[in-house]
């Protein structure tokens, strides 16, 4: 693997941790092995990309990583916390830690509600609550759509409404899977500059087939092919080339 391991956090522990983790998925007569022997550690406030062909095995990381979908092999601590060995109750309160950005934000959402309601109902639920129009600001939305279905939105609006209900609990990790995918360049750039207003603040953890998104948000790349690592490289060798950008993109050939 060429890899940097992950940085530590700021007092020396990562945010996330995984060691080992395997998710074998499917029954009997399908089964897939989606993640194998996954190491990796992600710091408070650190942008993470994760890359790889389709099948590789990034929305299964994410839903791991958030401690949805449990491993059946190895260990994921989030702030320290096994996610597995703590009760029911503190494992809701480490997910509430991450706020999800969905590919298809439409599809997330409760038809009958307003964008607005939308953002207002993930605010409600949060300790760290913050107000619906902050939010819409917060990520570049005119207050005015608040009062529209998203169905009615465009594409990039939909995303933005997507994060602004995932900040409304202040997170300390946004996951966004491919948030930015079926956008045209305009849309995407906008979506793009909101996540990377956000990345510092919180750590961002960012699955996508593109690696000029990557570029654009992410400190560090994580390529992923059939279920393990096999890059683990800073962004910087995307721009700066030279030995760390051809492993890079030998371990990912169709990127
Ligand atoms: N419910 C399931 N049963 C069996 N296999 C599954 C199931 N869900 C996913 N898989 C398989 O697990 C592997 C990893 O899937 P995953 O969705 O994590 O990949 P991905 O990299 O996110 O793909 P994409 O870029 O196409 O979204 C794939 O081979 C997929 O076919």
Redesign the pocket.
């Known amino acids: 693997m060429t890899g940097r391991g992950g940085a530590p956090a700021a007092n020396g522990r990562p945010l996330i941790s995984c060691r080992g983790v395997g998710r074998v ?3 009997r007569r ?3 092995e ?1 993640l194998r022997d996954v190491h990796l550690d992600i710091a408070a406030g650190e942008s993470v990309a994760i890359v ?10 994410v839903g791991v990583l958030a401690a949805l979908d449990r491993p059946q092999t190895g260990r994921i601590s989030v702030a320290g916390s096994d996610v597995w060995s703590v009760p029911e109750r503190r494992r809701r309160a480490v997910r509430r830690r991450f706020g999800w950005v969905p590919q298809d934000a439409l599809s997330s959402f409760d038809p009958r509600y307003t964008a607005g309601e939308v953002v207002a109902e993930a605010s409600a639920g949060g300790g760290a609550a913050r107000r619906p129009a902050e939010l819409f600001e917060r990520v570049g939305l005119d207050p005015a759509l608040a009062g529209r279905r998203p169905v009615t939105l465009s594409g990039g609006e939909r995303q933005r409404v997507a994060i602004a209900r995932a900040l409304a609990v202040d997170p300390d990790v946004l996951l966004a899977d ?1 948030a930015t995918s079926g956008l045209d360049v305009l849309a995407q750039e906008r979506v793009l500059d909101v996540l990377a207003a956000e990345a510092g603040r919180r750590a961002l953890v960012l ?1 996508t ?1 593109d690696l000029r998104v990557a570029r654009r948000v992410a400190d560090r790349v994580v390529v ?1 092919d059939r ?1 393990r690592v096999v890059a683990d490289v800073a962004a910087d060798a995307l721009e700066t080339g030279g030995p760390e950008l051809a492993r890079l993109l030998k371990a990912a050939p169709v990127l």
Do not use: F, N
């Open positions: 998925l499917g029954g399908r089964r897939t989606a790889g062909r389709s099948g590789s095995g990034k929305s299964t990381l491919e699955v087939h992923l279920g």
